[in-house]
């Protein structure tokens, strides 16, 4: 088994399989930060966290979960969303429903979801589509394939909950070198992956460069400054404290059927299950808010 990678501000939404013969075929959608934990949870009952659907119906295996959503608001929109395939007004052109003796309900949940990644605004994403059980691994048909920006990958995972950044961690007398203004908030500020560049900018000055007409999120773009190309999610988690580099964006090729990757995993790395709604304040979307979908 592959040594589990740590990711830093996870937010995942994961599907369940269930293995007790009396139940056996059975799925469930749902959201976590923690996927370790939140599986026990599952695993032993409500009287433990775990959802009212879930049990005393196990044992459960968490197969699947994507994660790199950049906070809980956009994971918890996904998350209802493959729940609820009919009624949300993102997929409703695709009339989602389940095929009739020829599709199992772990098959429809996996074609909703590849139907899902290529649609707006989580199209725009880099999300990544993690096998955790790779018994269940299923291949994508090509013509479901997910974006390019995305990878499908397996391997276990542990966790990093991060500290909300605060405006007193911020330089004072930063200019953005785009703009020429002050930059006073840290949480919108950008730098560049490549250590050596003295790129800082506002996060809106620099998506302006990214962005092609018509387009909100970015995914990717030349630095200004030195010319490496950077893809936009990882400046957002570099943004927010996550450990980056410019060896990050280069280990972006892996196939399917390769791990992620490894990580020493020096430190605490255990983070709990969210329970309440919080909003993380992450400055992801370039505009103010561009899914007015409902939970």
Known sequence: MSKPQLIEDFFGVYLLYN????????????????????????????????????????????VLIIHGFPNNISALRFEWAWQNPTKTIRLQHLNLKKIPRKESEYQYKLRIMSEMLRVGPWSRLPLIIRWLEQEYFEDIPIERKPPNHMKICNGPVKTHNLKKLTNATMPMHVKCMMCSNFIIDAQVKLTCLNPSCELVAHITCLADIFLNPGEFIPIEGQCPYCDTILKWGDLIRKMNGCKMDVHDIESDNDESDKACGDSDGEGAFTCSQDRGFVDNNSHWFHSTDIDNESL
Do not use: C, E, L
């Open 19 to 62: 293995i007790n013969p009396k139940f056996k075929g059975r799925t469930y959608v749902g959201y976590t930060r923690d996927p370790n934990r939140r599986i026990m949870q599952h695993n032993r009952g409500t009287w433990a966290g775990g959802a009212h659907k879930t049990s005393n119906r196990g044992p459960w295996k968490m």
